[in-house]
Structures are given as structure tokens and as C-alpha cells.
């Protein structure tokens, strides 16, 4: 799905000491359905159930907290929480900082929404979140990258006439354009990037990567991942393993 890091993070140590009897999941609250606060403010979505089962089944005790996208990782490196998931695609280059689960998340597609079918993607402006692997792409086409810090304004930039397009996962879009009523369609082929979503850790903490591996492989073989990637994802989105 999607993201790419700050390069900042490279910079940042990390304590090699896991707070076993807590563990901090850090997510960004604002990317549905993967994360997001509902209307009394809690964390919910896809990520929180699968992570709360994760938990569950690994026997560990979890809390989660939010943070905001552009420093997401520079706070799991310096020890503010112990767990990544908000919808963060395996990267080499983000594997060269932290260290991922494996995915619970299949790989899947970005794509461009725009108002037009005739909008210019690959020489007009493209809004993108920042630090992602959208915005990455972008910015090798001959398209204007626009960054944004929230996947809201992203959209936002292309209503309002500050970009041609927005690029951002499919499945982030798809519920976003069949509400429009009309304002947005998808232009263009989707463009498959990233290697699934999945846990981030600090590289120091193998034990707690090998117990969220053995869980999520656990719910892998029951069905209990699948089910959930259904309910949170339906429709031609759904993905499964």
C-alpha cells in the first residue's frame, strides 16, 4: 500500500531494551479504512482490528497511539512506541531503517483520480502525500509533484484547482470517487508499487518482529486476515491471501 521514508530517520538511534510489558502501536489515524479516529475519537479501522488480534494472539498487552505521517518512523527508531502499522508499504529503502513483519497487506495499486478524464497526469500537477511511495513515483514521471502532509489534502488540492490529479492508493481513492457524485473519476492504468503493508520495528527488536510474524502467519492460515481485508476493503478492492 503506501510510503516511502524521510531520509531524517538514518539519523536516529534507538534503545535495544523493548518495554515488554507494554507494547505502543503507532499509527497515523487519518488514512480509512486502513486508520482512522471514529466519531468518538478512538483509533478504528482495518489495521486496529487485525492489530488487536495480533496482540491477542502473540499474548502481548497493546496500546495504540497516533503520530503524524512525516515523522512516523523517526519516532519508532527513537523508542515513542514499539509497533508501526499505518498502512506502510515494505520498501528497501524504509528495510534499510526498520525492520517489517511480513505483509498483511498484499501488494496493490495507486492510482490517479481527477476531475476530468483529459486531466494531464503525466505533465500537469499531481498532488501526493508526502514521504510516500506515491509520491516517489510522481516525481519520476514528468508530472509537478505537489506534497501534501495529509492524505485529505491531497484530494482536497484537486477540488479546490491546486492540482490536475491526485495520486494515492487505489483503495484509499476508490470509496472517495464513487462518492463524488461525479466530481472525481480514475484516469488512466493503475500503477502497482510496494511489497504489501506491514509491521514496523526497530531493527534491535527480533523478538517482537518474530512474534507479530508468527501471529499474522497464523491468521494468514485461518482465514481470520482474509475475513477482515473483506470486511474493510469490499467491493472490487477487496485483496486476500
Not at 499474548?59 to 497516533?66: G, K, P, S, Y
Not at 514528468?142 to 495529509?150: D, I, N, P, R
Not at 473519476?185 to 518474530?210: C, H, K, M, N, Y
Request: glycine fraction near 8%; include cysteine; charged fraction near 20%.
Amino acid at each position: 500500500m503506501k510510503r516511502l521514508l524521510l531520509a531524517s530517520a538514518l539519523a536516529l538511534s534507538a534503545s535495544a531494551a523493548l518495554a515488554q510489558d507494554v507494547v505502543r502501536i503507532g499509527t497515523e489515524g487519518a488514512y480509512p479504512p486502513y486508520n482512522f479516529l471514529d466519531d468518538s475519537g478512538e483509533i478504528a479501522g482495518f489495521e486496529r482490528e487485525l492489530g488487536d488480534e495480533m496482540c491477542r494472539r502473540a499474548q502481548l498487552t497493546c496500546e495504540w497511539v497516533t503520530n503524524e505521517w512525516d515523522s512516523i518512523i523517526p519516532n519508532l527508531v527513537s523508542g515513542n512506541y514499539d509497533v508501526i502499522m499505518a498502512g506502510m508499504s515494505i520498501t528497501d529503502e524504509r528495510d534499510e531503517v526498520i525492520d517489517f513483519t511480513q505483509n498483511y497487506y498484499p501488494p496493490t495499486a495507486s492510482a490517479y483520480a481527477a476531475p476530468s478524464a483529459e486531466a494531464d497526469i503525466q505533465g500537469g500537477v499531481v498532488s501526493a502525500q508526502a514521504a510516500t511511495i506515491q509520491a516517489a513515483h510522481v516525481a519520476t514521471t514528468g508530472a509537478t509533484l505537489q506534497e501534501y502532509a495529509t492524505p485529505e489534502e491531497t484530494v482536497a488540492a484537486v477540488r479546490n484547482g491546486e492540482a490536475d490529479a491526485v495520486f494515492a492508493d487505489y483503495d484509499f481513492l476508490a470509496p472517495i470517487v464513487a462518492n463524488s457524485g461525479g466530481e472525481l473519476q480514475f484516469v488512466g492504468d493503475r500503477v502497482p508499487l510496494g511489497g504489501g503493508i506491514g509491521a514496523g520495528v526497530r531493527e534491535s527488536d527480533t523478538a517482537l518482529r518474530d512474534q507479530l510474524d508468527a501471529a499474522i502467519q497464523a491468521m494468514k492460515d485461518d482465514g481470520s486476515v482474509n475475513e477482515l481485508l473483506a470486511k474493510w476493503f469490499p467491493g472490487e478492492t477487496v485483496p486476500s491471501f
